[in-house]
């Protein structure tokens, strides 16, 4: 069974940038989908990018669009969630998330995630 560990939290102005990583361990991960979703205080945890196995395929949520990027190394066994341009509403505990089985669909509900990280907490200031 994989287990993801995500680094790369903090506190950070708006219109500022983080790099969000997630580090799996466990057997063909480069074989699974992953995702990051987030979860803000009182509210439910939403989708915010999903990438393919192979990398070669990812969405985004409207809100993220433009701002956020995410990728995959699968030799390191590393998936990343560049974020520029943040905003206040941005803030939340950020999820890592790995699905696994072997698909090519666009997975964004969260109940199909069935690995999860322990999440990395985002602040955005104004």
């Known amino acids: 069974q994989a287990q993801l560990l995500e680094s790369g939290g903090g506190l950070v102005q708006a219109g500022g940038s983080l790099r969000l990583s997630c580090v799996a361990s466990g057997p063909r991960f480069n074989r699974f989908p992953m995702a990051w979703f987030r979860q803000a205080p009182g509210k439910e945890r939403e989708f915010v990018a999903n990438i393919r196995a192979n990398g070669g395929g990812t969405d985004y949520a409207d809100s993220v669009v433009g701002r956020f990027t995410i990728s995959r190394d699968n030799g390191w066994n590393t998936v990343y969630l560049l974020m520029n341009s943040l905003k206040p509403e941005d803030t939340a505990v950020y999820y890592c998330?790995?699905?696994?089985?072997?698909?090519?669909?666009?997975?964004?509900?969260?109940?199909?995630?069935?690995?999860w990280g322990q999440g990395t907490q985002v602040t955005v200031s104004s």
């Open positions: 998330a790995a699905y696994s089985s072997i698909t090519s669909a666009s997975i964004k509900n969260p109940h199909q995630y069935n690995i």
